[in-house]
């Protein structure tokens, strides 16, 4: 490091690293999105969560997708996270069920048990 200039754009960048992994949202939203997520309809999920989201205005919350999660009889699966609690998995979440989900856990806090699969 040769200069503050140099500094300053090195925070910037691990700045943006803990933005984009959703460090300092309230929530985190996650799709799985393998194989057999895709051909289950987690494409559909993941546009429904995010129009919900976006319909309520809510901002400070992450979407991101990862891959196959190992529950492929479950699909299309969605975890949530809510600050520092614990991650929940949810099961067969279709776009029908995607505004009981965000309203239930996402906006109130609670895990919506119904849907939850336990590992």
Excluded: N
Aim: charge should be neutral.
């Amino acid at each position: 490091m040769k200069s503050l200039e140099e500094l300053q754009k090195i925070k910037e960048r691990a700045l943006q690293r803990r933005k984009l992994s959703g460090e300092g949202s309230r929530a985190r939203v996650v799709v799985a999105m393998g194989t057999c997520g895709i051909a289950a309809g987690a494409r559909d999920t993941m546009t429904a969560i995010l129009s919900e989201l976006e319909s309520r205005s809510i901002t400070d919350v992450v979407v991101t997708q990862t891959g196959c999660i190992g529950l492929c009889e479950f699909e299309p699966i969605v975890q949530i996270q809510v600050g520092e609690s614990d991650m929940v998995t949810y099961g067969k979440i279709d776009v029908g069920r995607v505004p009981e989900l965000i309203d239930g856990h996402v906006v109130g806090g609670v895990p919506v048990a119904k849907w939850q699969v336990r590992k």
